[in-house]
């Protein structure tokens, strides 16, 4: 008498010939004879599935699945139906548009979908009841509909995916039309200190144009790269970077575009393709040099240190040797063949493109803040909104005052306790007033000046102050 399990008579075990049947059956047989063993234990079958559902399980080809209960119980139906054979997949045929659509809708939204490619799953529905295709009572699941969609080959996208794109490859055919730059992070010297090194290359020549390493990639290690850059190497046409955070800053697309009038274009996010030359050099460099500074006892690892070794790669190594997307011609060969550089006025002409212009309200006190900081503002601008000139080099501080550009430092709140205060109504003549004789001046000099002149007779202001005086006695 087979033993009971449940309300239904446990089947007999059959002999299984393993390589009669297939790899779905036999993962689906491990996974039910989990839950037999379990429920043979004395478990329930409830708590039985619960909690072989709850692990993953590894298949014929080694791949993890998970499995859901609902799923489970439908094998252990099948199990109970006919034991492992019923565990087979049941081959059915595939509808080509739907078995629980109406026909009018299924042939609408094929006619629609064609004639208008952009229509989403809920406009098509709306359509479709606006229109007495369907009745309003009627509901339709979207999901139903977007696999009947997709069964028909109509588009279910409106934009196309990156990998459908336009991906083609690209070149600038002059150089300095297009620098790209990107930062590679590395470690050296014997502590393994944290470094960032980014790299300007050239487009059309590939020539590694220079390298600066910071501890971090930020804005201001790029513009210090990117200046001494057009330095060496002249105006660039156009700057390729990534997402950085240190690229897409609002101080970098201000030199780029306005200080240096450069097209700046970043590259699509996690889409390393579109940077392939310098991921590229990334490489070369990571195998070239980089390794090597990682955990070695002789290399510095201050930043201006690890600049020089970099730099003297990129010159006496990178630059020289032949590159085979050159046509096997060094990148130094091919940069001397190309069309000549743009440089700046001079050096005064360059440092003032590596400015950004803001506006700031100056307080009653004649001060503005910025960056966190408290700068003193000339006398004369209180309350006033004024345009700051932001050095992005140094980042020192100007405004314009007067004609000329007055230079910004922080206030320093311990000497101006002891500073004396300045007030605009002092006694102080204005610049180029001269001194002023003034009427008490004059009676003074009438009544206690000297009564000879330099000519040794008397002084006119004697005479004609004693006239004025007989006069009034006369009258008297």
């Known amino acids: ?23 779905t059956a036999l993962f689906r047989y491990s996974v039910v004879s989990q839950v037999l063993a379990r429920t043979h234990g004395g478990m329930t079958e409830a708590v039985a599935l619960r909690e072989v559902a709850g692990r993953r399980h590894v298949d014929v080809a080694g791949t993890q699945r998970n499995v859901a209960v609902r799923t489970l119980q439908r094998w252990m139906v099948k199990w109970r139906q006919g034991g492992v054979v019923r565990l087979e997949p049941q081959p059915r045929e595939r509808t080509r548009s739907s078995e629980v659509l109406p026909p009018e809708l299924v042939e609408f939204v094929r006619v629609e979908k064609t004639d208008d490619p952009r ?23 979207r999901v139903t509909v977007w696999r009947l969609v997709r069964r028909l080959g109509l588009p279910t996208r ?6 459908e794109g336009d991906a083609r490859r690209w070149r600038y055919p002059h150089r300095m039309q297009c620098v790209l730059c990107d930062g590679k992070h590395f470690r050296a010297g014997a502590s393994r200190a944290k470094r960032v090194a980014l790299f300007f290359i050239d487009n059309a020549t590939r020539l590694g144009l220079d390298v600066i390493v910071g501890t971090s990639e930020n804005t201001e290690l790029f513009l210090t790269g990117l200046y001494r850059v057009v330095r060496k190497h002249g105006l660039m046409d156009g700057l390729y970077l990534d997402q950085g955070a240190g690229f897409k800053s609002s101080d970098t697309l201000a030199v780029a575009t306005v200080g240096l009038d450069a ?6 996010v996690g889409y390393p393709e579109g940077r392939g030359a310098v991921e590229r050099f990334n490489r070369t460099a990571q195998a070239a040099v980089l ?22 790669y990129l010159r006496q190594q990178y630059n020289l040797e032949p590159h085979q997307s050159l046509d096997d011609e060094s990148p130094q060969s091919r940069w001397e063949q190309g069309r000549p550089l743009r440089w700046p006025d001079d050096e005064q002409n360059l440092r003032a493109r590596f400015v950004v212009h803001e506006q700031r309200l100056v307080s009653a006190d004649h001060v503005i803040q910025h960056g966190g900081k408290l700068w003193e503002a000339p006398r004369g601008l209180a309350r006033q909104r004024v345009e700051v000139v932001r050095h992005v080099l140094d980042g020192h501080l100007s405004v314009p005052h007067r004609g000329a550009l007055v230079r910004l430092h922080e206030v320093d709140l311990h000497a101006n306790a002891t500073d004396r205060r300045g007030y605009p109504n002092d006694n102080k003549p204005f610049e180029g007033e001269g001194v002023p004789k003034t009427a008490a001046m004059t009676a003074f000099d009438n009544d206690f000046g000297p009564v000879v002149g330099p000519d040794g007779g008397f002084a006119d202001h004697r005479v004609s102050a004693n006239v004025g005086v007989d006069a009034d006695k006369e009258r008297l």
């Open 1 to 23: 008498m087979a033993r009971a399990w449940g309300s239904v008579p446990l089947m007999k075990k059959p002999r299984l010939d393993a390589t009669s049947l297939t790899p």
């Open 119 to 141: 229509a989403s799953i809920p406009e098509l529905l709306l359509r479709a009841r606006q229109r007495g295709v369907i009745a309003h009572s009627l509901p339709v699941d």
């Open 158 to 163: 409106v934009r196309p995916t990156k990998k």
């Open 263 to 268: 097209w700046l274009i970043h590259g699509q």
């Open 291 to 312: 390794r090597g500074l990682d955990g070695a006892a002789d290399v510095d690892p201050d930043c201006d240190a690890l600049t020089l070794r970099l730099q003297h």
